[in-house]
C-alpha cells in the first residue's frame, strides 16, 4: 500500500509540476522579504531542562517570550539574529511534549515540530562493581538519552571531588558513553563516581577499584591485522578460523573490523564459531562501512574467542584482511610501534628482469632493531627472492636472517646497513612470487616517562659540520624527557680534522664540563655518561654542541646498564 | 489503524506535492543559496540521500584557493612566492585584476551555498527517516552516523562563516532557509556577532563530536571532531583580536584568544595528538599524521606535482616558487641569525654555500640550485635554476625566484608521459603546530611580554616548543617586546609556510604594505652570482577585505561594499 503511494505521489508531483511551470511568470515575486514570526525548526528536538538548544525561524527581532510545551514561559534568551534564539530549555516541560511558541508584544508562532522531552537512563557500564579502573583507561557508560549528560564526578588525588566536563569525555553519543579515567590524578582506592545530566539527574556510578597509573605513558586505539590472507567467498564451502592466540588480549568493546572487495549481489558474510554456529552477539551488531563490516566485542564471548578463536563464512565477497582495533596502554611515555607500508603496488616477479626499489625517504626514522616484512602471494616452485642494494648486488645481512612465514618474508634491520638504506633505500628482485606490500614495523622509540623497556634512541640526525666555532645546534627537552644517570649520550662523527675538537654545552653556551670531563673518543664518536647533576637540566632545557674540526651526523641517548 | 495509517500518508503525499510546487515554481536557477535536491530522495535514502548531502557540504571546505589554476595556493599572493606563469588566476590579487566584478575568489558562493545545504538539511532534519531500510545490513551503521551529521553541519556551518568572516569582516549571518527575497534583501551583520556565532556553535557542538573517527563506525578520516571544533574556536578568537578586526587593541579579545589555544595545546596529549617531523606533514601517509587536527584528504593524484615541479621535469610547471625574502627570513641554526642578514647583497655561489647550517625547514620546504630533485628515480636530477641551466630560464615558464618548491610535493610522484605515479595528498587545515603559534601571539599581545606566564606558558616557551623539535633543532626565542614581534612574524612564516596562512596573516596584522608591497626575488647568473631583484605588486589597505562580488550587490540593495572597493 505503502508504494501504491509513493507511486502515485510521483503521479501527482510530475503533473503539478507541470501545471507550475505554465503558472510561473518572470514577475514572480520569489517569496516575501519579511515572513513575519515562524518557527520553522529548533535542534535538539529532544531535550532536558536547562539543555541549550536553538531555535530557528523568521522576525525574531522583536520576540519577548517563548513558551514550551506544558505552558512553561521563559523570557530569558539570547536573540542571536532575526531568525535565531538561543535558549536554555526550562523545567517543567511536558512529558509527552508538545510544540514550541514564540511571542512578540503583537504576534505569536507556533512550531509545527513537536518537541519532546527526554529521560537519561543507565542500564549499565563497561566495568563490574569492585573491578580495578586505572589511570587512562578507558570506561564506557550504556544506557538511553546519554546525550543529555554533561559531567561526572570522580575523586582526585587527594580525595577530593573533581568534576569531569563533557567536553573532556572521550565520546557521548545517546546510548554509550565513554570517558578516561584521570592519568594520575585519581584517588587510590575503591570510591563510587557520580554522573549528571542537564536537568539535575544524578546517577551513582558502581564502585571501582580506581588506581592512579604509576609509570609515564597514554592510552592509544591501535588497529593491529589479525588475519591477512586474501580470500575469495564464492560459495558456502569457503571459510577460515582466526586462531585464539590472535585474541589473547581482546577486550570488552574492542573492534573486530573485517575488510572486505568485490561485494556481489549475494552479499552475506557470517560471523561464526569455531564449531560453525552462528554467532549471533556478534551478528546482530554487525555493522557496515566503506569496504569493511565490524563488530563489537561483547563480554560473552570474550572466553570462547580466548578458547576456539573466530571462523568466517558466507558468500558474495572477498575478505582482504581482518583487524582487531583495541586502546592500548603505551608505557614509557614513549611511542607505539609503527606499522607503514612503504611499498603496496602489487608486482609480479615472473622473471629475472622484474625488480622495485623502495626509495631512501621510506627508511627516515629507522633503527636497528626495526623489521621489513614483504608480503607475497603466488608461491611458486622456482621461488627465489632476494633483497638487493640499490646497485644490484644482494644484501647478504637482509638475506642471510630472511625468515618465510605464510604470506610473507621478512627481515631484521641490522646496524650496519641503516645508513644504505637511509641513503639508497631497498631493491627487491627475485622470482617466483608476487609481491604485494612492503610493511616496516618500527618498534617502539621511548622518549620519556617510565615503565616500558628503554632502548638506545637517535635524538638528533641532521648531518652538521663544525667547520668554525659559530657551528652550533640545541637538542631539545623533550629528548631527554626518560633520561637517566649513566645513560650514555653518544655523537656519531665524521671528517674528523687536526683541529678537531667537540664541546657538550649548556643551553646557555657554558661548558658542561661534567659531561666534558668524562667524554671518551673513538674513532667514529666520542660519548659520555650522564652524571646524576645533569639530569634535571637536561629535561628542562637539553644540550647543546659546539666545535671544530667534525661533522655530526647523529646523536644517541643509550640506556645506562 | 491501517486507515490512520492511510491518512498519514495521504497527508505526507500532499505535503510533498505542495513541496515539489513551492520548490519548482519558485526557483530561481541561477540562484546559488538554493539547493536542488529532491526532498523525499534526499531525507529517505542514506548513502546518496542524507550522507550524500553531509558530503556535498565537506566538498566545499577548500575554495578556488586549491585549484589548479593557481597551483593549489594563495602563496603567491604573498611574500611566500612568485607565481611562474603570468597568465596564473592567483595573480588577480597583486595585479590589479581583482575587483568586485573579478571577485575571483569563489569564497562568497560557496561558503553560502554550503551554509543553504546546511541549512536546508537541519530545518528538514525531522523529515530524516531511512526505517524502510531497518532490514538492511548497513541499518543501524546508517543510524549511528546520522546521530552524529547535525553536529557535524553545525561545526561546518561555523567553519563556513569563519572563512566568510576572514575574507568579508561583516556578513550576513543566515541560519535558516531564505526564500529569494529575504536572501535580496538580508544585511550584513557586524564581525564581532559573526565571531560569537562561530565561538558560541564551536562550544555547543564539541562535546557531541568524537575525538577521533576511528572508533565510529564508517570511521572516515576527514570528518569533523571535537578537537577541530576547539580549534576553529581558538583560531576564530585569535583573528578577532587581531588588529583588523580590533581596532581599539581590547587585550580582552587576545585573552580569550590566548586561552582557547592554551586548551589545546593542554588537551593535546590525551585527544592523541602529537608534534610531528617537519617532513611528515605532507606525503601519502599524511592523513593519519597525528599533529594534524583537521585535513582535507585527497585521492591519489599527480596534478599538484605537474603544476609544482620545476619546468625541465618532465609535465613540470614551476608553479609557486619560493621568493627571495621567503628564504631570507631563515635562520641559522648556529646562532639565529637570518639569511638575509648574512647576506643582504649578491652571493658568488662558487665560493660560499650561504644556505649550509640554515634552518632545516629551508631544506624541507625550497628546492634550490644544486638539490637533487624529485626524489623519484625516474626523474631525479641535479636542479640547474642559473641562467641557462636546465631549469631556468630562458625555458619558457622557468622560476622567476631561482627556486622551486618542495613542501607539500611529493617527489616520489612520476610524471612522464608514461608510467606515471601518483600519490594521496592531504591538505592540512588545522594542526597543532598552529597552536603553540597562535597562543604565542596571543599570550604575548594579553600580557605584552613574551616572558609572562599568566596562562601557565610565556609567548617564549609556546614557541621553542616548536624550535626545539628533535628535527630542527633552533635556537631559543629569548626576544621580548617589538623585536619579539619581528622575530615571531619570521617565525610564523616560515613554519607555516604555504599553509595557506600567510595571506590572512598580512591581513589582519595590517601589514601588507610592510610585507606584501615589495618581494625579492634571486637571479643565478651562468656564472652562480646570485643577484637579487624587486618585484612591485600592487596593495591597498582596501585589500584587507575581500570585495563583495558585484553580481551579490545588484541582487540585494541592502548590501554595502566593503570600504574602498
Known sequence: MKHLFKYLGALLAVVLMGATFAACSEDDDNGSANLGLGIKTFFPTKVVANQPMTINGSGFDGVKEIEFPGGTKVTDFEIVSNEMIRVNAPAGIASDGGTIKVRTADDEAESTLPLTLGHTKISGYSKQEGEKAEGGELITIFGTDLEFINGLELLDADGNTQFIDHNDFYRKGTDNLAFRVPLKNIYKGTFAGKVYTYDGQSFTMPEFAYEPNTGGGHWETQENTIWDTETVFDGWSVSFLIGPEQFANVQEGDIIRVYIKDKGGDYNPIFKHDDWSDWNELQSIKVEGDGYFESTVTAAIIDELQTKGLRFQGVGFTITKVTLIQNVWIPGGGVADIVSTIWDTETVFDGWSVSFLIGPEQFADLQEGDLIRVYIKDKGGDYNPIFKHDDWSDWTELQSIKVDGDGYFESTVSAAIIDELQTKGLRFQGVGFTITKVELTMYARPTGGGGGARTTATIWDTETVFDGWSVSFVIGADQFADVQEDDIIRVYIKDKTGDYNPIYKHDDWSDWTDIQSNKVDTDDYFEAPVPASAVDELKSIGLRFQGVGFTITKVELIPGS | MKTMKIKQYFGKLCVLSLLCVLGISCANLDYTEETGRDEEWTYNYFAQGIKGMVWDVYAQIYNNEFESNSAYFLASATDEAQYALETGAVNNYVNGGWSPANPYSNTWTKAYTAIAEINTYLEKIDKTDISDWQYNNDYQSWIAQMELFPYELRFLRAYFYFELFKAYGDVPLVTTTLTNAQANNIKRTPADQIVKFIVDECDAVAPYLPVSYLTEVASEIGRATRVAAFALKARTLLYAASPLHNPTGDKTKWTKAAQAS???????????????????????????????????????????????????????????????????????????????????????????????????????????????????????????????????????????????????????????????????????????????????????????????????????????????????????????????????????????????????????????????????????SSNLQLSRSVVNRQWDEKFNFYPIPQSELKKNPNLTQNPGW
Not at chain 2, 391 to 414: E, H, I, M, Q, W
Not at chain 2, 471 to 495: Q, S
Request: with cysteine; net charge negative.
Open chain 2, 262 to 524: 592554551k586548551y589545546i595545546i593542554d588537551n593535546a596529549s590525551a585527544w592523541g595528538l602529537n608534534l610531528s617531523k617537519y617532513g611528515a606533514l605532507w606525503g601519502q601517509d599524511a592523513f593519519f599524521n597525528t599533529e594534524i587536527i583537521f585535513g582535507v584528504g585527497r585521492g591519489e593524484s599527480n596534478a599538484f606535482e605537474m603544476a609544482n615541479y620545476p619546468v625541465g621535469i618532465e609535465n613540470g610547471a614551476s608553479g609557486n616558487c619560493p621568493s627571495q625574502s621567503l628564504i631570507d627570513q631563515y635562520e641559522y641554526q648556529s646562532n639565529g641569525q637570518t639569511f638575509g642578514d648574512r647576506y643582504p647583497g649578491s652571493i658568488d655561489l662558487n665560493t660560499v654555500d650561504p644556505y649550509d647550517g640554515l634552518d632545516p625547514r629551508f631544506a624541507l620546504t625550497v628546492v634550490k640550485n644544486g638539490d637533487q630533485w624529485p626524489t623519484n628515480g625516474a626523474q631525479k636530477k641535479t636542479i640547474e635554476t642559473f641562467s641557462g641551466g636546465f631549469n631556468a630560464a630562458p625555458k619558457y615558464g622557468a622560476t622567476p625566484t631561482s627556486y622551486y618548491l618542495r613542501k607539500f610535493v611529493d617527489g616520489s610522484c612520476v610524471t612522464t608521459a608514461d608510467n606515471q605515479t601518483r600519490t594521496r595528498h592531504t591538505w592540512i587545515v588545522f594542526r597543532l603546530g598552529e597552536f603553540y603559534l597562535d597562543f604565542a601571539e596571543a599570550a604575548f599581545n594579553a600580557t605584552g611580554s613574551a616572558n609572562d606566564d599568566t596562562f601557565g606558558m610565556t609567548a617564549n616557551d609556546a614557541v621553542n616548543v616548536l624550535r626545539t623539535r628533535a628535527d630542527i633543532g633552533m635556537p631559543k626565542f629569548k626576544e621580548d617586546g617589538d623585536a619579539w614581534v619581528v622575530r615571531y612574524e619570521r617565525e610564523r612564516l616560515v613554519e607555516l609556510a604555504f599553509e595557506n596562512h600567510r595571506f590572512w596573516d598580512v591581513r589582519r596584522w595590517k601589514k601588507g604594505a610592510q610585507y606584501f608591497k615589495n618581494i625579492q626575488v634571486a637571479s643565478i
